[in-house]
C-alpha cells in the first residue's frame, strides 16, 4: 500500500504526503492540496507504515516525533517523519531533491 503512495506522489509530481487515521491521504501538488481517491486510513495503518519506515534506527528521535530518509526505486528521496511515534498519530512525507545519481538503490521500491 505505502509504496503506491510514493508511486503515485512521484508520478503526479507531488511534493508531500500526509497519512492521518480517519481521512484519505493528501497529495500536495502544484501548492495545492488533493485527496487520494481511497478509502481512509485507519490509526493501526498510520502506525503500521512509520513502523515499516523507522524499521532501523531513525535519524533523528525525540519525545514528540522520529524522521528517516529513504529513496524511492531510484527515482526520489523522500523524508518521512512520524509525529507521537511510535505510537504515531500522523506520518508525513516529503519529497527531497537530491542530484542526479545520488539517490542511491537502498529504500522502498515501486
Known amino acids: 500500500m505505502f509504496a503506491k503512495f510514493l508511486q503515485t ?3 503526479n509530481g507531488g511534493t508531500d504526503l500526509v497519512l492521518a487515521p480517519g481521512v484519505a491521504p493528501l497529495m500536495r501538488r ?3 492540496w488533493h485527496r487520494l481517491e481511497i478509502p481512509p ?3 493501526d495503518d498510520i502506525k503500521k507504515i512509520a513502523a515499516d519506515l523507522l524499521y532501523a534506527q531513525p ?3 525525540n519525545r514528540t516525533y522520529a524522521f528517516v530518509d ?3 526505486a531510484d527515482l526520489a528521496r523522500f523524508r518521512a517523519t ?3 511515534y511510535p505510537d504515531t498519530s500522523v ?3 516529503t519529497r527531497i531533491d537530491a ?3 545520488t539517490v542511491g538503490r537502498q529504500g522502498v521500491s515501486g
Open 9 to 11: 506522489c512521484y508520478v
Open 30 to 32: 502544484d501548492g495545492g
Open 41 to 43: 486510513l485507519g490509526p
Open 59 to 61: 535519524f533523528a528521535r
Open 70 to 72: 529513504f529513496a524511492y
Open 82 to 84: 512520524a509525529f507521537d
Open 91 to 93: 506520518v508525513v512525507i
Open 99 to 101: 542530484p542526479p545519481g
